[in-house]
């Protein structure tokens, strides 16, 4: 085994010992610095869209069948930048800062595809939550979701997502309909812990279920002891009901995630007659950095300006400083949220709302069952069944803030002493 790659010896050690004792709260491990991120969970929703074109496709896709399948390929060439980025870049997983209720994260992509924003906003905190909207604005295009993790401590950190994701796709042969996909969140699991080089690898299969009478089911699997290469990942697109989807499915996908795909017609490459629709390179696929404002710009709430001093902390090394800002932050929101109860109020969302318990979730109700999503959308576990508010987003569109409502929300919001 090779030593650690960061941080010392004896630091990985314990911290490893902490986690082998742990009670599920990923929040309250206590990290050696060179495990520390200064990104916030806020952001991760932008791994949606690396590739903003490859998003927008299926808008410009007549057959309902290729359609599905540009979705099932959009979603397969995210997960390189949702699950090994931070392993790429920096030889480890990392772990992210967790983001204060109403924190917001904001941003627009620029390609071929046209302009395609992003919406990202900290929806709940106990349990924490993040829900997300992006989209492609010349051809509607609209992804919306919201998620959280239940982490359990068997061999090594396995994670379960919480929470699923809806495409809305406009028709392109009829505008004035939209079809729907459901999409469900893969497990994972950390792999090279005791190492000191910590990585995702996902496991288990995931669904993406459309309105058109499609399924996508994606199988996710690493290297086992004898065989198997690590991200690999296989994935079949069949009629929704088919008995025999294995035999019956009309397009088919093998590869590992972060290093290439392979798409093919029929139930697998090996069947007579299938035929090669596309291999998909990551490391050549365009890829798109997403906008953001400048700090300066920014809105009190956005991630990147609220955890600037933290941020700064954690490039600097500076841990003092780290745990002193964070703690700014905590209790401003701790005492935030005991005003807010004593007034009998509750944090107003900025872009999103729960649906109503009890109230019906159209797509839920349609597609969940399919699926294995129950119709409240893991409510209980998420802090509510999260959609994105066009009436909010309007609302909040041109708004400016006065210096004194900005100093207000430093204060009060972030505990930042202001002059
Ligand atoms: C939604 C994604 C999610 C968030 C992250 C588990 C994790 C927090 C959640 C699920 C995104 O769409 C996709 C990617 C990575 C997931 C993170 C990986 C990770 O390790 C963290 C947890 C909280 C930790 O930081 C544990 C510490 C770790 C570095 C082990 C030493």
Not at 18 to 36: E, R, V, W, Y
Not at 102 to 115: K, N, P, R, S, Y
Not at 290 to 310: D, F
Request: charged share 25%; with cysteine.
């Amino acid at each position: 085994p090779a030593p650690p790659s960061g941080g010392s010896n004896s630091s990985w050690s314990s911290f490893l010992k902490s986690i082998a004792s742990f009670n599920g709260d990923l929040s309250s491990l206590t990290a050696p610095p060179f495990i520390l991120s200064s990104v916030s969970l806020t952001e991760f929703s932008s791994y949606w869209c690396e590739h903003p074109f490859i998003f927008a496709a299926p808008a410009n896709e007549a057959d309902p069948q290729k359609r599905a399948l540009f979705v099932l390929k959009w979603f397969l060439t995210t997960l390189k930048q949702q699950y090994a980025s931070r392993s790429e870049q920096y030889g480890n997983e990392k772990k992210p800062l967790n983001p204060f209720l109403g924190e917001l994260f904001l941003g627009a992509w620029e390609d071929d595809a046209g302009t395609t924003e992003l919406i990202s906003e900290q929806v709940s905190h106990h349990p924490p939550a993040t829900a997300y909207c992006i989209t492609n604005r010349p051809t509607g295009v609209r992804l919306e979701g919201y998620n959280a993790q239940k982490a359990t401590f068997s061999t090594t950190i396995n994670i379960k997502q919480i929470g699923h994701a809806v495409l809305t796709v406009p028709d392109p042969t009829d505008k004035s309909k939209h079809e729907t996909y459901l999409i469900t969140l893969p497990s994972l699991h950390i792999e090279g812990l005791i190492y000191g080089a910590p990585y995702i690898e996902l496991d288990g299969s995931s669904h993406i279920v459309s309105s058109t009478g499609y399924t996508s089911r994606i199988d996710y699997s690493g290297k086992g002891w004898l065989s198997g290469k690590k991200n690999s990942v296989t994935a079949i697109l069949y009629k929704t009901g088919s008995s025999n989807p294995e035999k019956e499915a009309v397009y088919s996908v093998k590869g590992q995630w972060p290093e290439e795909l392979e798409l093919h017609t029929g139930p697998s490459k090996k069947q007579s007659g299938s035929t090669l629709v596309e291999t998909y390179n990551p490391h050549t696929a365009k890829s798109t950095s997403l906008s953001v404002k400048p700090v300066e710009k920014q809105h009190p709430l956005e991630s990147r300006k609220a955890w600037s001093k933290v941020a700064q902390g954690i490039q600097d090394g500076n841990m003092e400083l780290v745990g002193a800002e964070k703690s700014r932050i905590e209790n401003a929101q701790r005492e935030a949220r005991a005003k807010e109860k004593e007034a009998g109020k509750t944090w107003e969302r900025r872009y999103f709302t729960a649906k109503k318990e009890g109230g019906e979730d159209a797509v839920l109700a349609a597609l969940g069952g399919k699926v294995g999503l129950s119709v409240d959308g893991d409510a209980d576990k998420t802090g509510g069944l999260w959609r994105f508010d066009q009436t909010k987003a309007d609302n909040v569109k041109d708004e400016t803030l006065s210096k004194e409502e900005e100093e207000r929300i430093l204060t009060e919001l972030l505990g930042q002493e202001t002059t």
